[in-house]
């Protein structure tokens, strides 16, 4: 399944989004503008969907809801998301389309409630909650009918397609010292501590495909770098291993704590494109890598999703990757904070001016990114 539109009111620092999104979307905005926030969207609805989750414990998460809510919005309005969604390359595909509206009470138990949730089958209303039971026992709005499984029957491939949601912001460091941070505190893992233990328990042979896969693919950013494979130590933890050339005759092997964290954070991504089918949210891919090789990322990503007919949604501020050809004005949502009014969400292909400067033959990276650069950057240099 594709997520085709995303429409939110008071998430964060938006107050308002309405975005159509394609096989891939490519975030790009100044800092603080809102694209991680934008991507927990995403991750949101599927904390919702997980088993084990709820939509309780992924407010709980983010705090409550006065944490979601934007500032910017007035009074106390609902938070509002809407997705609608299609399987992909299919013509006659059904069309769901899946939104909820949340609030707060202000006062009492101030509990978190749902002010609605609807599920809509090709434009057919098909849930449409607060319902009977709902006005009789109002506790059943604390949550969803997306999150049960006896009441989720009829809308099942939504709730599949929030549950494969995927993302892994690899920091190399916590990798390398699992030890620095409580293993057992991290719920999802978003940053990896656990990358190794989610290699480990792979199947041995699609485990060793995708190490080869990603091999090849390291070869070419890291050629000193052969034989990558997963090996576990005295005391049975995992640990990834490799050949690592270097000037003396005998090349000598690494475990990942000696990896750089250009190859680590490689690894973990491609290993994500490698696993799992459904969206995948990639924050700032570029990190760590050399700029040569970000220049490839897009198209790396594109012939890793294409084939397992995968979405990807990443954030990016890089100009080696926005300075690739490729790229679409239509994948490309820019950002743009306006103060207390919050940020808004447009897709690049909207805008008349950035259009004729890539009919003109400039990149992205030439035509959006200087947008997003802070107005007064200037004044850093003189910055005592
Ligand atoms: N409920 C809220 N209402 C308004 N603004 C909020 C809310 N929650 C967070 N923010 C603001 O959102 C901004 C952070 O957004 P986010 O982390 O998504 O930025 P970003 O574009 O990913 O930045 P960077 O490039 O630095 O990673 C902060 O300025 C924060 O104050
Ligand atoms: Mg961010």
């Given amino acids: 399944m594709y997520f085709r539109h995303l429409k939110l009111k008071n998430w964060r620092n938006f107050v308002n989004v309405d975005l159509t999104i394609g096989e891939r979307l490519f975030i790009t905005g100044p800092n603080a503008s809102g694209k991680s926030n934008l991507l927990d969207v995403f991750r949101f609805l599927r904390d919702i969907a997980k088993t084990g989750g709820g939509l309780q414990q992924a407010v709980r998460e983010r705090g409550d809801l006065s944490k979601i809510r934007c500032l910017a919005a007035r009074r106390y309005p609902n938070v509002e998301i809407e997705v609608t969604l299609t399987e992909n390359g299919l013509a006659d595909a059904t069309e769901w389309r899946y939104g909820i509206g949340l609030h707060q009470e202000s006062r009492g138990a101030r509990r978190l409630l749902l002010r609605y949730e609807k599920i809509w089958r090709n434009n057919e209303l098909i849930l449409n909650r607060p319902d009977d ?30 549950k494969q949601i995927s993302y892994l912001h690899l920091v190399p460091q916590l990798l390398r010292h699992p030890n620095i941070a409580n293993r057992d505190a991290v719920g999802e893992d978003p940053f990896g501590l656990k990358f190794l233990d989610r290699v480990i328990s792979t199947p041995e042979k699609t485990r060793r495909a995708r190490l080869h896969k990603i091999e090849e693919a390291l070869r070419i950013a890291v050629p000193e770098l052969k034989n990558l494979t997963d090996t576990p130590d005295e005391r049975g933890m995992p640990h990834l291993e490799a050949i690592y050339e270097h000037w003396r005759p005998n090349a000598g092997r690494q475990r990942e704590d000696q990896f750089s964290d250009g190859t680590l954070r490689l690894i973990g991504l491609l290993w994500m494109l490698l696993e799992g089918a459904g969206l995948l949210l990639l924050e700032e891919p570029e990190l760590s890598l050399h700029s040569a090789v970000v220049s490839k990322l897009p198209a790396l990503i594109w012939r890793l999703q294409r084939p397992r007919k995968r979405q990807v949604i990443l954030s990016s501020h890089s100009t080696e990757l926005f300075g690739v050809r490729g790229i679409r004005p239509e994948e490309v949502a820019l950002l743009k904070p306006h103060g207390s009014e919050g940020t808004v969400v447009s897709l690049a292909s909207d805008k008349e001016e950035i259009r004729l400067l890539l009919e003109g033959g400039m990149t992205i990276a030439d035509a959006v990114l200087p947008l997003t650069a802070p107005s007064n950057v200037d004044q850093l240099d003189l910055f005592k």
């Fill in 133 to 162: 039971d709902d006005r009789k026992d109002d506790w059943r709005l604390t949550e969803t009918h997306l999150e049960h499984l006896q009441s989720n029957i009829n809308f099942r491939p939504i709730d599949e397609a929030f």
